[in-house]
Each structure stands twice: as structure tokens, then as C-alpha cells.
């Protein structure tokens, strides 16, 4: 049996959800061949974000110009990675006249485009405009699971990626899984490699899926982790950062299927007017009566491996061997990464925590006491919820970077509410958490080291983004595990 017969068991009909996997029978005015072309890409992006489809469209005989607010300087990763490629490089600043003479832009999707004076321009002008996700895919010829949420979804995706490639392989098949989108590394390189036979597990962002119903285009099968108000920098609200997160779901076919975890009430209710429950396109996610056995620590991580294995068993696969290929999963950098052990105390690098709730779950995935380092760019953001889970849950709180003031004052908030509510009795608990501040990473390990007992962990989860100091919070969890991997003994 094929996978694409499996798909049409699982889902019936005949082939309909292959035929929702791509626009057309045809390339139609967007997937006609681009050498030759002039494209303008617009944010190569100090993570990299430009890279991949700067690259492809040179592969393709594009004419590519580069543009980006950041400079040089600020760019060096990135510029390195493209500098043998034929291509033109105007950074420092976006400029009018680069838009006199080309025949598409590529909009990088880190790109606020409500905001964007040179975005207002480019529609202005009437430039033709598309986005990495949405070049990839018009294009793509193999099955797409496209995976998203607010939290956990890089995660979940690899989890389920793991999870495929050992069912196929025990099956003695030569399906391929290719793993990409938000995750990073583009899959615009793959395309020529790729078949109907292959599967994509595709993690789509909430600014990737803005710009998908550009093209008519949504997975067959789509996986909503989770979803709870997030980004809202962006948008007016939640409702903006809902309806993002709906695209995945527009098939305009309207036969495409989801599995759905945990939702705020109001996206619960969007997703309700979006597919009616009697359309019997959406599963929802179960957590499995017996725990998985998972080298990386969590509820929250329990809770991936549930979206896994819910995608898994929808598509018909053993649960025996998707629980044996997760329990062997060993995570992904910067999220509850474990970095070494030293004096009995392990030190994890969860950089990747870029938002109070984060940090929540990060703490609350250990039994033993936790010495926890927080604090990064200041976005005027309320740490009062977090401060309440650090009281309860860590022996120390370490608080460096531009929020670590704010971070430090609600937890002495809280832990004085805390300690005053409960009485002398409770004295010597978790409400006698120690706040300290640190000026810097490096300042901010020694005192967690210093603080943290044999059996403790210490755990570098920032509760906040990158950018006060680092260029990502790639960079960041870098320096951590540096730090840690330097310490003696």
C-alpha cells in the first residue's frame, strides 16, 4: 500500500487531501521560472531568516538584491553565509530606488508589514510581493503536515518528524520525512529532491501564516499545539494573532483535517466558526493515561509528545513504535537543553523561554529545587504571574539583562505577599527564595553556581527575548552553554 492509499484510508475519499496539498495542476503566474528575474529580498535577518530563499532564487538565475535595516556589522553571520553568491547587498537602511526596477519582492516574515514604511511602498507601487513559506509551498510536490501553536511547536514538530521517519523505516518503506519552516533551515533547497511519496512536517509561525492565503494554499493536515494570546506587539489584540494562526486551517477546499491541543477560549471559539464540529475535520488531543518515557524533562513535554502521537495514530501508525522513537528523542537546543552536570547540580539552557509563560513551564518541570537565571530585553512586559511560579518552585532567582530590574522587584513582590500570607509557621519553604541581580551572563552563572546545592538544578530560562544583548536567543543559549562547559570540576 502507497502512502498515498494510507492517506485515503484514514482520511477517505480519493485523494482529496493530496489534491488539497498543492493549488493547481499547473504552474500557474507565481510558479513560472524566476531566472532571469530581478527579486529584491527584503531582510536578510540576523538569525538568518533571509538566508535560504536568497540562496535558492540565486540557484534559480535570479537577479537578487539584498536590503536590510541592520548593517553590515550587524549582519556579519549572514552576510558570510551568502558571500558566494552573485548577489547585491544594500544594508543599512531599506531604500525607494531599489523598487524602480524589479519584478518581485520577497518579504522576510520577521517583518511587520502593518509598519513597514518600505512594505507601504512596495504595495504602493503595485511590486508583486510573495514570502519564503509561500514560494515553498506553491512548490512543494510531497505531503504536508504543517504544525503550529504558540509554544511547543518546534518541539512537537521534531518530536513528530522522529516519529514518522521510524514508522516508515520498521515498515521497510523509502518514504523520506523532511523537517523545516520555523524550525529553521529553509526547505526551498529540497524542493528538487522532494516526491508525492516524501512528507514535510512544516513549522509554520504565526507571521509565516499571515501571508498563506495569498496563494489559496493550506496543509492537508494541520497541528494546533497550542494557542493562548502571544506576539501581541504585532497586532491590535488576540484576535489578530488568532486569525494568523486560523490560516492554517483555510483549506479552500475546506477538506483538510487538524489536530488540535489546548486553545484559549476565544481561539476555541474562532476555530468553532472557522470548521463546525460537524464537519468532523478536527481531532483533538488526548493525554495518554501511561506517561512517556522522554529523555527531556516537562509537563509541557508530555504534552508534545501527546501531539505526536495523536498526528501518528490519526494517520494509522503503531503506538508502540512511535513511543519507542520519542523516548529516544533528545530534545532540541536552547529548549530544556541539558548541558552537564557539575558538583552534583545540572545546568539546563532553555533560552528558547522568550515569554513569561516559558519560564513558568520551564520551573515547573523539575522535582528538585531550582536555581533559575532570568531576565532579557525589557518589552514592558508583566512578570507578576511568573514571579508567583518562581516563589513556589526555585530555591534562588538570578536576574540579569535590561528586565532583570522588573523581574527581580516582582518576585520580592511576591515572595513578601507570599511569605506574609502564609504565616511564621512556613518559614525556611520555597517563599524564602533568594532574588539576587546580576550585571551580566557570566556574573549571573557564578551566582547561580554559587547558590545551587548537590541535587539542585540550575536553569537558564529568560522569561524574555534576546535582543537587549544577543543577536538571537540562539546566540544567547550559545553563550550559556560556553559558560557552563568552561566552569571547572
Given amino acids: 500500500m502507497s502512502l498515498s492509499d494510507d492517506r485515503q484510508a484514514v482520511w477517505g475519499g480519493s485523494g482529496t487531501g493530496d489534491a488539497a496539498a498543492r493549488p493547481s495542476d499547473g ?32 540557484g534559480q538565475g535570479a ?3 539584498v536590503t ?5 556589522d550587524s549582519l556579519a553571520q549572514s552576510v558570510a553565509t551568502i558571500s558566494d553568491l552573485h548577489v547585491d547587498h544594500h544594508l543599512g537602511g531599506h531604500e525607494s530606488v531599489d523598487l524602480t526596477a524589479i519584478d518581485l519582492a520577497v518579504i522576510n516574515p520577521a517583518i511587520d508589514k502593518r509598519h513597514s514604511v518600505f512594505f507601504s511602498e512596495i504595495r504602493r507601487r503595485g511590486v508583486p510581493w510573495t514570502t519564503e513559506i509561500n514560494l515553498f509551498c506553491e512548490r512543494c510536490p510531497a505531503w504536508v503536515i504543517g504544525v503550529t501553536g504558540s509554544y511547543g511547536k518546534s518541539t512537537t514538530s521534531a518530536m513528530l518528524a522522529t516519529a514518522l521517519q521510524a514508522t516508515f523505516s520498521q515498515a521497510g518503506r523509502t518514504t523520506r520525512v523532511f523537517l523545516g519552516g520555523n524550525i529553521g533551515g529553509s526547505l526551498l533547497a529540497d524542493l528538487g529532491g522532494m516526491s508525492a511519496d516524501d512528507v514535510v512536517v512544516l513549522e509554520m509561525s504565526n507571521a509565516q501564516l499571515e501571508d498563506l492565503p495569498r496563494i489559496g494554499w493550506a496543509p492537508p493536515l494541520a497541528v494546533i499545539t497550542n494557542v493562548f494570546p502571544h506576539h501581541l506587539d504585532r497586532y491590535d489584540g488576540p484576535p489578530g494573532y488568532f486569525e494568523a494562526k486560523l490560516n492554517i486551517v483555510r483549506d479552500p477546499a475546506r477538506q483538510s483535517r487538524v489536530i488540535v491541543g489546548r486553545l484559549h477560549p476565544m481561539m476555541a471559539d474562532m476555530l468553532a466558526d472557522e470548521i463546525p464540529e460537524r464537519e468532523g475535520r478536527i481531532r483533538r488531543v488526548h493525554q495518554p493515561e501511561r506517561p512517556f518515557e ?15 502521537l495523536e498526528v501518528c495514530l490519526t494517520l494509522g501508525h503503531d503506538e508502540t513504535i512511535v513511543r519507542s522513537a ?12 541539558h548541558v552537564r552536570t557539575v558538583g552534583g547540580v545540572d545546568y539546563f539552557n532553555d533560552s528558547k523561554a522568550t515569554a513569561p509563560p516559558a519560564t513558568v513551564s520551564a ?16 518589552k514592558g512586559m508583566s512578570f507578576n504571574a511568573c514571579a508567583e511560579t518562581l516563589v513556589r518552585t526555585c530555591r534562588a532567582v538570578v536576574c540579569t539583562g535590561e528586565s532583570g530590574p522588573a523581574f527581580a522587584e516582582a518576585v520580592r513582590a511576591c515572595a513578601g505577599a ?11 519553604t520555597s517563599r524564602d527564595v533568594e532574588v539576587k541581580e546580576a550585571d551580566s551572563l557570566e556574573a549571573a552563572v557564578t551566582c547561580a553556581a554559587s547558590r545551587a546545592q548537590p541535587g539542585d538544578v540550575v536553569l537558564f530560562a529568560p522569561g524574555a527575548p534576546s535582543f537587549d544583548a544577543y543577536a538571537n536567543f540562539t546566540q544567547r543559549g550559545d553563550h550559556f552553554v560556553r559558560l557552563v562547559t568552561a566552569m571547572p570540576g
Fill in 294 to 308: 522522554l529523555s527531556i524533562p516537562g509537563g509541557h513535554n508530555q504534552s508534545n509528545a501527546a501531539c505526536a
Fill in 363 to 378: 520551573a515547573a518541570s523539575f522535582d528538585q529545587p531550582v536555581v533559575v537565571i532570568v531576565g532579557g530585553q525589557d
Fill in 418 to 428: 507570599s511569605h506574609d500570607a502564609a504565616g511564621p509557621h512556613d518559614a525556611g
Fill in 326 to 337: 520519542l523516548s529516544s528523542f533528545p530534545g532540541l537546543p536552547h529548549r530544556l537543553q
Fill in 63 to 65: 537577479r537578487v538584491t
Fill in 68 to 72: 536590510d535595516q541592520a548593517d553590515a
Fill in 27 to 58: 504552474p500557474g503566474p507565481a510558479t513560472r521560472s524566476l531566472a532571469g528575474a530581478r527579486v529584491l529580498v527584503v531582510g536578510l535577518g540576523r538569525f538568518g531568516g533571509g538566508v535560504g530563499v536568497t540562496r535558492w532564487l540565486a
